[in-house]
């Protein structure tokens, strides 16, 4: 199994613009966790879906941040417009172990 | 509601032994711990399901206790490799923590020679 992965590992975007996030969860996962890391605020939690549906959106900071899982094998988690405030590290994971891809470190000047 | 985790930063000589605590306000169906290095993902270490379950890998094992709602990571005859910052992560039972897998702020262990 190639475990779960992301795309694009970098962006870099300027303020304003569109960005959208792409996960492929580990096959028979039922479980999917968008998370943003920041050094101050450490590991959040955006969204998380069970079985395609999403469950808990409290974490997603603002209207500008949407996710979808059309999907068992694929999430997106979409950002727009873009701002300098929203540069870090996203991380999916798919459960029930909560298994982590590589992340995508986003950064928007 | 997130985890707690103590102590925040842990530094070791080779060989020695740490341990690191993970507690939560509520009733908890599962424990999972991470290892992160610097620019890196977490890599998930182990889950724990059961109240007095214990686990181990290699020289790395942790109990849950699930009447205290807490959890402790062993790291025994540290390496260097053990190196960066643990994450205790939790899931709640029912309502609105059902499935919901959050995290604490970390413990950063360094290992010296």
């Known amino acids: 199994d190639a475990g779960v992965i992301q795309s694009p590992r970098h962006e870099v975007t300027e303020m304003g613009q569109e960005v959208t996030l792409r996960c492929k969860p580990i096959?028979?996962?039922?479980?999917l966790f968008w998370y943003r890391q920041t050094m101050m605020r450490g590991l959040e939690l955006l969204i998380y879906?069970?079985?395609?549906?999403?469950?808990?959106d409290s974490g997603m900071p603002e209207d500008r941040f949407s996710a979808k899982m059309p999907n068992a094998s694929f999430s997106t988690l979409k950002i727009q417009p873009s701002e300098p405030r929203d540069s870090a590290v996203y991380f999916c994971?798919?459960?029930?172990?909560?298994?982590f891809g590589q992340g995508t470190r986003l950064t928007v000047v | 509601q997130q985890p707690v985790q103590s102590p925040q930063a842990v530094i070791l000589r080779e060989g020695e032994d740490a341990v690191i605590n993970c507690s939560s306000s509520?009733?908890?169906?599962?424990v999972h711990w991470y290892r992160q290095k610097h620019g890196e993902a977490p890599i998930f270490l182990m889950i724990?399901?059961?109240?007095?379950e214990q686990k181990g890998h290699d020289k790395i094992s942790a109990s849950f206790n699930e009447k205290k709602q807490q959890s402790s990571l062993y790291l025994t005859a540290s390496q260097l490799s053990y190196s960066g910052t643990y994450f205790c992560?939790?899931?709640?039972?029912?309502?609105?923590?059902?499935?919901?897998?959050?995290f604490g702020q970390g413990t950063i262990l360094t290992v010296h020679p």
């Open positions: 994971a798919s459960s029930p172990q909560g298994i």
């Open positions: 096959s028979g996962h039922n479980s």
């Open positions: 879906f069970n079985n395609n549906v999403p469950i808990d």
């Open positions: 509520k009733a908890l169906y599962s």
């Open positions: 724990l399901l059961k109240g007095g």
């Open positions: 992560g939790t899931v709640g039972f029912g309502g609105t923590s059902y499935g919901k897998l959050t």
